[in-house]
C-alpha cells in the first residue's frame, strides 16, 4: 500500500512561485509514474505533469510548458512541481498521483489508470 502526502500550496500574487511536495510511504518500489492533476472549480481533473521513476523522462501538456516543471528526489520517496509566472487561471486543488504501471514519460497519465491519489493542496493565484 502507498501513501502520497502533498504539501506547498496556498496564496501567491500573481507572477510568483510555489514549489508543491508530493512524499510517497509505504510500498514506493511499486510506483512507475508519478505526476500531478489539478482541478478547479466546475471543471474537469486535469493532467499537469508526469515523470517517470525508472528513467527520469517528464511529460507536459502545451498548457505549462515552460512554466511548470516536475522533479523528483528518489533517495527521499518525493516528487516537486515548480511553478513559475504564476497566473490566476491556475487556481485550482492540485492533487499527486501515482501509477502502478510501466510508464517512460512518453505522454500523459492516465487518469482512469491512477492507482493512488494525495489529499489534494489548494493553490490560489490573486491578482
Known amino acids: 500500500q502507498v501513501q502520497l502526502v502533498e504539501s506547498g500550496g496556498g496564496l501567491v500574487q500573481a507572477g510568483g512561485s510555489l514549489r508543491l511536495s508530493c512524499a510517497a510511504s509505504g510500498r514506493t518500489l511499486s510506483l512507475h509514474g508519478m505526476g500531478w492533476f489539478r482541478q478547479a472549480p466546475g471543471k474537469e481533473r486535469e493532467f499537469v505533469a508526469a515523470?517517470?521513476?525508472?528513467?527520469?523522462?517528464?511529460y507536459y501538456p502545451d498548457s505549462v510548458k515552460g512554466r511548470f516543471t516536475i522533479s523528483k528526489d528518489n533517495a527521499k520517496n518525493t516528487v516537486f512541481l515548480q511553478m513559475n509566472s504564476l497566473k490566476p487561471e491556475v487556481t485550482a486543488v492540485y492533487y499527486c498521483?501515482?501509477?502502478?504501471?510501466?510508464?517512460?514519460?512518453?505522454?500523459?497519465?492516465?487518469?482512469?489508470?491512477?492507482?493512488?491519489w494525495g489529499q489534494g493542496t489548494l493553490v490560489t493565484v490573486s491578482s
Open positions: 498521483a501515482a501509477d502502478r504501471r510501466p510508464y517512460y514519460g512518453l505522454g500523459p497519465l492516465d487518469y482512469s489508470g491512477i492507482t493512488y
Open positions: 515523470i517517470s521513476r525508472s528513467n527520469g523522462k517528464t
